[in-house]
């Protein structure tokens, strides 16, 4: 499976500041998804992005697949958006391989 | 809205003892998974399905047999626990095939603790 390495481990922001994740995989990917995991533990996706640059809400996603990387832009952050950020990529589209993630911390 | 229901919640276990974590989906989803998260390593994947009847090994299947009888239900069984298997398990769910959107549906988590 992929090996996944993100960056960095932890990141603690003022409220208002904007964030840079970044993820790293050993293997050409043919999915790349973005999750939030809540400080209480549930998961949700946050967005897809095989290739290119995608944007939702505050989240900006630019994978790089030539590369094997991809980032994760927060703007202008909030208390709320206080968890771990964890990326999957996947060599097929039926599986996905998570990296350990990055904990974010935003205080008011 | 996708609905992946796990049980029990928690769990404490004895070492040697059999452990079934259970799994229900009512979305229909063709593949379903199993990943351990433990401090550290993130999630990691054990067993996953491709549908009823059918069970495929993760990257960490030794110690934990799959079991898919039917599309909505997939359970993870550990016949022998022992204390590292003290973690916390997620089951998910997910559509087959097709490009880029394969979005996994999590259940809330499963803490075992194996004394």
């Known amino acids: 499976g992929q090996q996944v390495q993100q960056s960095p481990a932890s990141l603690v922001l003022q409220e208002g500041e904007n964030a840079e994740l970044q993820c790293n995989f050993s293997?050409?990917?043919?999915?790349l998804q973005w999750f939030y995991q809540s400080p209480g533990g549930s998961l949700v996706s946050l967005l897809s992005?095989?290739?290119g640059t995608k944007h939702t809400g505050r989240l900006t996603s630019t994978t790089v697949t030539k590369e094997r990387r991809s980032s994760l832009h927060i703007s202008s952050s909030q208390t709320t958006d206080s968890g771990t950020y964890l990326c999957?990529?996947?060599?097929?589209?039926?599986?996905?391989?998570f990296g350990s993630g990055t904990k974010l911390t935003v205080e008011p | 809205e996708a609905a992946v229901t796990q049980s029990p919640r928690n769990k404490v276990a004895v070492t040697g003892g059999k452990v079934t974590l259970s799994c229900n989906q009512t979305?229909?989803?063709?593949?379903m998974y199993w990943y351990r998260q433990d401090t550290g390593h993130g999630l990691r994947l054990i067993h996953y399905?491709?549908?009823?009847?059918?069970?495929e090994k993760g990257d960490i299947p030794d110690g934990y047999k799959a079991s898919r009888p039917s599309q909505e239900n997939f359970s993870l069984i550990l016949e022998l626990a022992t204390p590292s298997q003290t973690s916390v398990y997620f089951c998910?769910?997910?559509?087959?095939?097709?490009?880029?959107?394969?979005?996994?549906?999590f259940g809330a988590g499963t803490r075992l603790s194996v004394l």
């Open positions: 998910a769910s997910g559509v087959s095939g097709g490009a880029g959107q394969n979005t996994l549906y």
């Open positions: 293997s050409t990917a043919t999915q």
């Open positions: 992005n095989p290739s």
């Open positions: 999957a990529p996947s060599s097929n589209y039926n599986v996905l391989y």
């Open positions: 979305n229909n989803h063709n593949n």
């Open positions: 399905s491709y549908g009823a009847g059918s069970t």
